[in-house]
Structures are given as C-alpha cells and as structure tokens.
C-alpha cells in the first residue's frame, strides 16, 4: 500500500530566505507524485507533478520538486520565499491507472518578516 | 474556465438529519473523486465516479454514506443520520482521465451540532 511521510508538521522561514520541504512515500514502482497547496479555508491548488522523465519537475510560483528514487523522496524547494508562500503544503503519490491519491499530513508554512 | 464548484461551502446539520454535498466537476472532466479531511490531518480518499458508475468506494464508510454522479447534474455525497464525528471539510477533485492530475473544489465544511 501507498504511504507518504511529512516529518516536518511546522516550518517558519523568513521571506526572502530559501525553502525546502520534505516528502517520503512509499511504493513499489515508480509512482505519480505531486505537491498541493492549500490555504486557509480554500481547496487544494496543484503546484506541481511527477509522472515520469526529467527528475527535477518546475512548477508555478517558482516551486520545484526533485524525485529521487534511491531515497524515496520528493521534496519541494523554492529559491526565495515570499509572505504570500504563508499556506498549507501536501504531498500526495498516486499509482498509475489507479485511482486514489494519498496524502500526507501536510506542512504548515509560516513566513515572517 | 469555472474550475471544480461545490456548494454549499459551509453545512450545518443537527445529529440524525441527512447532508448532501454537491459537486460539479471541470467542463471536460468526467472522473469525480471525493476526500474527506480531519483537522490537522491529509485528505483521506472516500470515492470514486465516472459518469454513472461508482468505480471505487473502498474509502468510504459501508454504512450512512453514499454517493452517485448522473447522467446530468452533480456529483452528491450524501450522508444519512450525521453523527458529530462526521464533521469534516469534504473535498470533490475532477480529472479528464484517471492518469491525469486531479483538480480540486473549494470544499464544503460541514458542521455537526
């Protein structure tokens, strides 16, 4: 069975300064991978995705996210964080031709001046 | 483009009524999944339906819950006699294709009194 791990709940970071966000799943083959964005009272707004080819995946707002299969990881960067960054962020692993994605917990991200 | 439209955004119900959570999916999308997210918590897959068709529901609770996407009109989740553990922001995502990126609604936080 699937499973993703956000082991940070809370990041603070300084606007301006960089960010990297922490994703591990688990599966057996080469999964789906992307990153949501949620904030407060709202839905959930794709920033990126990983299906397969180029690990280093860009995404809007300036995320991007490497996949690096030999650790199980895709994390999130982005160079310089600005305070409208400020949200919830999930990572969520999929199966190809299956259907549910799953989630995990989030990171809640804090900017301060 | 009108992206995933829910309504109504904010339900309040008393122990035993019934909700119904509409959702209509992305013009061209005919793949609706619905998730249910717990404070603090990821969003957790309940179902999945094409037009019609339920096609995995292995998330939802056998019992009060139930879901249908007609032919015309919007996908509704229903749940039967609400108990206070149903309270919850319940989320409908579309995509045109099940190996495609899931595009997700505002959600409808439903309160339980």
């Known amino acids: 069975a699937q499973s993703v791990t956000q082991p940070d709940i809370h990041i603070t970071v300084s606007e301006g300064a960089s960010l990297e966000l922490r994703c591990n799943y688990s599966y057996g083959a080469t999964p789906y991978l992307f990153w949501y964005v949620q904030s407060p009272g709202q839905g959930l707004q794709l920033l990126l995705k990983y299906f397969s080819g180029d690990t280093l995946v860009q995404g809007i707002k300036g995320f991007e996210a490497e996949f690096k299969r030999s650790q199980s990881s895709f994390n999130l960067r982005k160079p310089s964080v600005h305070w409208s960054d400020a949200a919830e962020y999930f990572c969520?692993?999929?199966?190809?031709?299956?259907?549910?994605?799953?989630f995990g917990k989030g990171t809640r991200l804090s900017v301060i001046a | 483009n009108a992206g995933v439209m829910q309504n109504p955004r904010h339900l309040v119900r008393r122990r035993g009524q019934e909700a119904r959570l509409r959702c209509s999916p992305m013009?061209?999308?005919?793949?609706v999944y619905w998730y249910r997210q717990l404070p603090e918590e990821g969003l957790k897959f309940m179902v999945y339906l094409q037009k019609e068709n339920i096609i995995d529901e292995s998330g939802m609770p056998k019992e009060r819950f139930s879901a249908e996407f007609p032919k015309e009109g919007p996908s509704i989740l229903r749940i039967q006699q609400v108990v206070r553990g149903d309270s919850a922001a319940y989320f409908c995502?579309?995509?045109?294709?099940?190996?495609?990126?899931?595009?997700f609604g505002d959600g409808t936080r439903l309160s339980i009194l």
């Open positions: 969520a692993v999929g199966a190809p031709g299956n259907t549910p994605l799953v």
């Open positions: 995502a579309s995509s045109t294709d099940i190996n495609q990126p899931q595009h």
């Open positions: 013009k061209g999308h005919s793949h």
